[in-house]
């Protein structure tokens, strides 16, 4: 009985679904008692927390190796078997078969990273949204809703769950942004909505292509079938319209990279970021830039490559010199900024080139791998570490730039401003938040000893020996990283005490250090222990490889 | 676990000060005597741990080293797995990141030198701090530096000893920007820490060169391996870049990382402004700690630099090349900034530099051992004359503020003002605001009097009158600087970097190049060394405040901050002296012959560190050049600063004696530093300034990006105006049409109805009329119905017209 | 015998009079007598034109068939009663309620 309880506990379908049952639990709740506010924070608080335990519980059974559900043998294709991913938790049964969906979930070293990062993010966005004081009910709501999708994004093993919970994803933040953003946020959201939308309308096409031409949109066997120009039962692919394999692929992958391009974002894909990022509430912006922009990423990791790693190889160089646009370009913009939250905005751009750049490396030799053709020791090494860089510095972003988004907010909730101009000498006034503030923006540097440095220094390191002068030049863009990070932190706690701020209360709250305090503490274990999540992701990574 | 273990008791090293680092920030920060025992605690267990290691490796692991010719039997090390990458399969070959600690005689006499070093200059702090009301995060900070450097010394791997490298530029950058009200000094800050990052980010293209290439950064797999030393050697870096080997173009990474670090030029710029950090900063970061690192590295990695290279017989690598043009042009290009600085600390910069010059060069024409002991005994002189700077710089303060108070009538000793600067004297220590006495509110920031400044050597003079132990060790540290023959450690270490020079001067032209400017540098430094002390110490005093400058001025507390600042000034000069004679060269006539007596084999350090290497460098015979010219460079500096400042004494406000010789206008270039920050200013950081807030942010981001998207969205927008004026003509036309039409015939028709009960009958009288005619005329006429019908057809249009007008005038 | 035209005549002549008190008179009272003496023309003529135009057939039943005109007329009397009763009493409603028997005074079914 108990041995049930946990299996359904710990279903990934257990995992999906539970934050919207919590979201129906709130919007009831503002039904029944709408004066009830922090009732409602702390019922949606609760249902996260709980989504917490499951996430730290199966992140703990997988890395240990003893997922308690097992995987379901009775996976629908046994081509699958033959597919580089292999997945733990896994579970498959009917969903849309008019259109050759199943609900097919399961996770690997990949989601599992994904889905503890969610897991984290997700509670403590909560504990900051408490200072939302209208529609409260909605806001938290919309937070599980949105919780719900990303997590469905990460146990998808089918194109068309993936796609649906790709666009699930979408609308609790827009909303987020459109009602509690700061005041250009009409814009802001619309803008990240049609953004968002342009990507997945060819990304919707494309999963239309690739299963009306393979047959199939289970994951695992497309990955092993699709770039061999099989389909789901090993037979030769049925073409449309007369078109070549070519062409049909060549579409397909662009339509694939333009819309996980626009989410990581990729250079110069960028642009709905500082305004979506900005104008979006301060939970809102921790979880945007914590979680979403990973999901574009994990796309990359998860479809792109695998799936088209002729392509893929072909583009390897494009996506790296985008990869160093984002980086070196993404670094002066951020410098260039006089809002702070802007230039918080902006260093996500830089950071996230890095995981671009772990991608390019991954990019450009894994067809080669995949062909059985020579690889030497060289670039196995390398592409290993860059892959496993890339991941790690997704996991590293999501808690570093949380952390500085959790922190500008702070300080805008109190003062009401974000422009840098006005700030100076605050680290008097306020020398907790100060110090915080300069230990989360050395992690967002990637100040060695802190998390972001190791993942960092894993791309760079793997990267090299696939693109020496591009990973060389975007060393620059490490150099410009400094620059903004320390013109943050002058212009708010450097300088003679702004007086103006003597008589007001900016001093960062307890709730806030509560929510800030997890991010800390895993950017710190991480920069000085990485290997407590490395092999997880290692042990996916080195399986794709095939070491 | 037994921690007495030498392979164990590295890891334990660098925890006390880290852990303190952690408890202040977090727990003990309210009470400064708390914070002191967990500080001062923590560096003397590091100390402690150290010393028992050193004392041991010393007398009981003699043999300790890789170099087979001289009896090593390795090293102590221990190590975990700390990243995994690839299969989890035995040892390195999937690249896998381990991190350990090592201890071999290198960094065995580096644990000799840093925790001592640190321990002192804790312990000065307690003193010179004392009064600074963010005292405890000093300590914290301080902490950390010493935590990070010691990490950086027992390190086994390159990543790891990166990993401390940074911490300590976060660490200067914390403390160099200590007093962050100050303008000044978050710039100085900033400019640390960015210039320092140049060569960072440089090194780091190294490390993951050196990773990509071997699948380690273990200094065991990599230094102690002739195998991977002599593959790096001889693959083309990147299939031939500029005809480098694998391991030149390494080694050039990580020269340039040195090259940050240790305030080479180019990237020289930011050591002097660090000394707007609190003088106990400037000690770390000048001896023990961040600059020592840099020249530790390129010692650290002399195997893989000089990798395929032959530096006895004249063969030298790139990376080797650059370091001996660069340390030789710095050494001397400083030294001349040096001569004509007037802030005491700028001076001492300068120097810094231009000694850390010495080394690097050292190190590029292969004089291994000496660049090391130039290292030690630089560190210990170094931090006992920026902590006798330090004692001045209080001392003048305290004179400054015992002048106003003997002008203003108050007692000499007003307590709140002894340890603690305010912006209106000078403005270079310490403006606390919080806790300042409230007579500092009376000389508001914007003291009309010109800002007095403490640190100026000008405004000195005398001072050795009232506090000679500060000049006492001054003048010790002082003369380790400039070479004094024979009794100082800087003679010895100099010494053999010259010897080493004149040794290689025959194989190597750069060796000549490399013996010629440092021999000039070494004129100079004795020169600006000897000018310093006179202007500081002798003489009369210049101002009001030098003549009341001390800082035991007799109360209990002034007494024990002295006592805290002094004693460690003391067992540096002791160390400062007595450190060069660890490296004689037992040819030397009588003093070697005394030496050796202690030490049977040979100089001791020379034959300890030496043994770090695969395969130790020869011992250099005893040549009487080199120490000639040692000599002489030390006389002829020493002799053109007597003739210039002591024979004829330098008054307030006179021009300095140098102008005269050089010009003004070389002065000035000299005082302005050869314009390098504003060169620095204008060829890169306005430029990168202008693209980042004005190119990137509004030029590409939001015009061209975003204005491309608008361009797409308002092509749609027309698009979809095109497409909708195409509806609303055309479609809404015809649909819509035929219900106005009706609407409009309904309305001109409307008037029909009057309500007039008698014209409704006409009409059907009309009606009944037309229809009858219409009969008849189909009964009578049948061929005329189409026309007759045509005509009344006409006839309605024409009367509808009619009353469309007339209906429309009429709503008109 | 008197000729059908003189049925004609006399019926086109009546019928003219009750158009002109139909469409002159202003008084609905005169109107609605107008109407009615219209409607008279219009039986003399079903009467006289069934009298001179209709053939006198048997149907096999022995019933006289070709009772048309005679049955209009019939009709046209019962309408005629009818109209009179409804219209008297709407013109003294409408007297009531308007104090008018004046018919252009009366235009509230205007557009």
Known sequence: MLGEITKFFLSLSTLTFLPMLGAGVVMLLKIVLPEQKSLGRNVALLFSLIVLIQSIALFGYYAAGTCPIGNVPANANANASASPFVFACEHQSEFFPLVGSTWHVGIDGLSAAMILLTGILTPLAMLISYEIEENVHEHMALFLFFEMGLLGLFVSLDLFTFFLFWELSLVPMYFLINIWG????????????????????????????????????????????????????????????????????????????????????IWPFHTWLPDAHTEAPTAGSMLLAGVMLKLGAYGFLRLVIPLFPAQSQAFAPVIAILAMAGIILGALAAWGQTDFKRLVAYSSVNHMGFVVLGIAAFAAIYNTILTGGATSAEQMRSVTLATNGAVLQMFNHGLSSAGMFLLVGALYHKAHTRDLTKFGGLWTLIPVYGTLLIFTSMASLGLPGLGGFVSEFQVVAGSWWFFPTITAVSMLGLLMTGAYILKGIRAVLHGPVNEHWRDHHLEISPREVLALAPLVILILVTGVWPNWIMPVINQTVTRLFGL | MNFSDLNILPWLIPIPPLVAFFVIILFAGRSKLLTHIIAIGAIFLSWLMSFYAVYTIVTQHKDLGTAAALGGKG??????????????????????????????????????????????????????????????????????????????????????????????????????????EKPSAYQAAIKAFMTTRVGDVIMMIGIAYLWASTGTLSFRAILHNEDVLHKLATTPALGGFLGLTAAGLIGLCIVAGTIGKSAQFPLHVWLPDAMEGPTPVSAMIHAAAMVSAGVYLVIRMYPLLSAGGNPEAGVLTPPMILMSIVGSFTALFAATIAVSQNDIKKVLAYSTISQLGFMIAALGIGAYVAAAFHLITHAFFKALLFLGSGSVIHAMEHGEHAAHAAHEGHTAHDQGHVPDASPAHGGHEAPHAATEPIEHHEHPLHDPEPAFDPQDMRNMGGLGRNMPVTMWTFIIGGASLAGFPLITAGFWS????????????????????????????????AFYTFRQIALTFWGEPRT??????????????????????????????????????????????????????????????????????????EHLDFSWWPVLVSFSVFLIGVGMGYALYVRRQYALGQKDPMEDIVGADIYRILQKKYYVDEFYGWAFINPLRWIATTLVSQIVDKGIIDGTLNIIATSATWIGNLFREFNRVVIDGVSDGIPDAIADAGRSLRSVQSGHIQQYLLYALVAALWVGLNLILLAVFPLAVPWAALAQVVIAVLLILFFNVSGSRASN | MVPLNAYLIVAAGLFSIGMFAALARRNVIAILMGVELMLNAVNINLVAFWRFLTPATEASSGLKVGMSGQAFAAFVFVVAAAEVAVGLALIISMYRNRRTVIAEDVDTLRY
């Open chain 2, 494 to 525: 100099k010494d053999e970097i010259l010897a080493d020079a004149w040794h290689l001067s025959a194989q190597s032209p750069l060796a000549v190049l490399v013996l010629v400017s440092l021999a000039v540098a070494a004129i100079l430094t």
């Open chain 2, 544 to 617: 009001e405040a030098a003549k009341f400058a001390q800082h035991n001025d007799g109360t209990a507390e002034a007494r024990n901050i002295s006592a805290q600042m002094t004693a460690p000034l003391i067992v540096l000069a002791f160390m400062a002296i007595v450190a060069g004679f660890a490296g004689v060269n037992p040819g030397f006539p009588i003093i070697g012959a005394i030496t050796s007596r202690f030490f049977p084999q040979g100089a001791p350090f020379a034959n300890f560190v030496g043994r770090t290497l695969l395969e130790a460098p």
């Open chain 1, 182 to 265: 700061g005041e250009n946020r009409r814009y802001a959201s619309f803008k990240f909505f049609l953004y968002a939308m342009g990507g997945s309308l060819g990304l919707l096409l494309a999963i239309q292509l690739i299963s009306s031409v393979a047959g199939t949109m289970d994951i695992p066997t497309l990955v092993a079938m699709w770039p061999k120009n099989l389909n789901a039962t090993g037979g030769a692919l049925t073409l449309p319209f007369g078109a070549s394999l070519e062409t049909v692929k060549n579409i397909a992958f662009l339509a694939f990279f333009v819309a996980f391009a626009i989410k990581v974002p």
């Open chain 2, 75 to 180: 090293v102590f090390a221990s190590s975990v797995t700390w990243l995994v990458n690839g299969a989890t399969g035995p040892g390195t070959a999937t690249g896998a990141l381990g991190m350990g600690v090592m201890l071999d005689p290198l960094n065995t006499i580096m644990l000799f030198m840093v925790p001592l070093a640190c321990l002192l200059i804790f312990i000065y702090t307690l003193g010179y701090m004392a009064h600074d009301p963010r005292n405890t995060r000093f300590f914290a900070f301080l902490s950390l530096f010493a935590g990070a450097m010691l990490t950086l010394v027992v390190a086994d791997n390159l990543l790891l000893l990166f990993i401390g490298w940074e911490v300590m530029g976060l660490c200067s950058y914390l403390l160099i920007g200590f007093w962050y």
